[in-house]
């Protein structure tokens, strides 16, 4: 079994800044892929920032310069820290990650989601 629990959400002003944690822990072989999306209320979920093979990052059009992704493989936890929010940026943001299990599985897993309100 895997878990993931998202922390560093909350009520911040505009222009400022936010630090989102996931931890995994479990049965946790490797960590393949990582990633936050986020959703705002009405709106489909979309992707925030990712990192990809070969430890490239990608970051959605909305967030470039302001957000960056980080991961720290020795306690397995990776980070989302966003600069400078804007209010479009609230949503429930929601970590990703594909890890192989130390029994050789290969699964999708996600945070419980953290409320990132952006507001004067």
């Known amino acids: 079994q895997v878990q993931l629990v998202e922390s560093g959400g909350g009520l911040v002003q505009p222009g400022g800044s936010l630090r989102l944690s996931c931890a995994a822990s479990?049965?946790?072989?490797?960590?393949?892929?990582v990633d936050w999306y986020r959703q705002a209320p009405g709106k489909q979920r979309e992707l925030v920032a990712a990192?990809?093979?070969?430890?490239?990052?990608n970051y959605g059009d909305s967030v470039k310069g302001r957000f960056t992704i980080s991961a720290d493989n020795t306690v397995n936890t990776v980070y989302l820290q966003m600069n400078n929010l804007k209010p479009e940026d609230t949503a429930v943001y929601f970590c990703?990650?594909?890890?192989?299990?130390?029994?050789?599985?290969?699964?999708?897993?996600w945070g419980q989601g953290t409320q990132v309100t952006v507001s004067s």
């Open positions: 990703h990650l594909v890890i192989t299990t130390k029994y050789q599985a290969k699964n999708d897993y």
């Open positions: 479990g049965s946790i072989f490797r960590i393949n892929a």
């Open positions: 990192i990809t093979s070969g430890d490239s990052t």
